[in-house]
């Protein structure tokens, strides 16, 4: 299985502060025959079930705000939230979707209002 | 709008069979994956398993193989999650999740499912 980690665990960021979310997985989620990377980022607010954010590592799914931006290859991938609003608070989560099964899940970051 | 409707909470016994099931509408059914994806109280996301409903294929996570099985009846667009003898480790909620639009299996998920909770105890 490729392994994802992510870090920190636990984010607290000031309100229109930065937060920055990192990911690495245990082997590359870049397809070399079309340049893409294989990971998606998910939010996930209390109770509810988890929301795709962005995916081919930074291709913004519709309707999220432009503040939620991602970057990286190859095996290194960060979330950033440029300025950070109440409604951010959540847990959020990479996931690789690379040809490999599973598509495994790190394991989550929370962000919190500090 | 493309939608997920997963069936209500299940409270059951150790040794009790249950199959939760996850019904798609505003889509072609049958054309995209979905997957199944358990969350323990507390923890994070753990993919279990995809189904194609077209034919019926599917793929598990080595960690779920032998403990549940997925199905799908394509009639009537739902997607079932089964398992023959509950344990209480079993205790977590559970989504169902589908294959991002015009992409094959290797794909984000988007839309996913409310969430059915299982609490497996004596």
């Known amino acids: 299985d490729i392994v994802m980690t992510q870090s920190p665990d636990f984010l607290a960021v000031s309100l229109g502060e930065r937060a920055t979310i990192n990911c690495k997985s245990s082997?590359?989620?870049?397809?070399?025959?079309?340049?893409?990377?294989?990971l998606a980022w998910y939010q996930q607010k209390p109770g509810q079930p988890p929301k795709v954010l962005i995916y081919?590592?930074?291709t913004r799914e519709s309707g999220v705000p432009d503040r939620f931006s991602g970057s990286g290859s190859g095996t290194d991938f960060t979330l950033t939230i440029s300025s950070l609003q109440a409604e951010d608070v959540a847990v959020y989560y990479c996931?690789?979707?690379?040809?490999?099964?599973?598509?495994?899940f790190g394991g989550g970051t929370k962000v919190e209002i500090k | 709008e493309v939608q997920l409707v997963q069936s209500g909470a299940e409270v059951k016994e150790p040794g009790e069979s249950l199959k939760i099931s996850c019904q798609g509408s505003?889509?072609?059914?049958?054309?995209?994956?979905i997957a199944w994806v358990r969350q323990m109280p507390g923890k994070g996301l753990e993919w279990m398993g995809i189904?194609?409903?077209?034919?019926?294929?599917?793929r598990y996570s080595p960690s779920f193989q032998g403990q549940v099985t997925i199905s799908a009846d394509k009639s009537i667009s739902t997607a079932y999650l089964q398992w023959s003898s509950l344990k209480a480790s079993d205790t977590a909620m559970y989504y169902c999740?589908?294959?991002?639009?015009?992409?094959?299996?290797?794909?984000?998920?988007?839309?996913w499912g409310q969430g059915t909770l299982v609490t497996v105890s004596s």
């Open positions: 082997q590359s989620v870049l397809y070399s025959s079309n340049n893409k990377n294989y």
């Open positions: 996931q690789q979707y690379y040809e490999t099964l599973p598509f495994t």
């Open positions: 189904i194609y409903p077209g034919n019926s294929d599917t």
């Open positions: 081919w590592a930074s």
């Open positions: 999740a589908r294959s991002g639009p015009g992409a094959g299996i290797s794909s984000w998920f988007d839309p």
């Open positions: 505003g889509y072609s059914f049958t054309n995209s994956w």
